[in-house]
């Protein structure tokens, strides 16, 4: 399914989210990934299988400022 190099990772894969973005719907909260993976704004995901994975925390350091930030996925996509 991937023609990038280096290829990205399958979705099965625990890096899945390093994909490539192909197909961004931010105004909708999600992207499709190279590898087929539907990636949610909240960090959740739905594999090519139909499964769903449930959100990862992200955890802050002490004393930053979250508010106003975008999520690390978006930041990617952008």
């Given amino acids: 399914m ?24 931010q105004e909708q909260g999600w992207s499709l ?6 990636a949610f704004d909240d960090l959740g995901d739905l594999l090519p299988d ?3 994975l ?4 992200v955890l802050t350091p002490v004393g930053s400022a979250a508010r106003g930030a975008s ?4 930041r990617r996509a952008a």
């Fill in 2 to 25: 991937c023609t990038h190099q280096p290829t990205c990772p399958p979705a099965e894969a625990p890096d899945r989210d390093a994909a490539r973005v192909v197909a961004a719907h």
């Fill in 33 to 38: 990934l190279c590898n087929g993976v539907i």
């Fill in 50 to 52: 139909g499964r769903a």
């Fill in 54 to 57: 449930a959100p990862y925390p």
């Fill in 71 to 74: 999520s690390p996925r978006a």
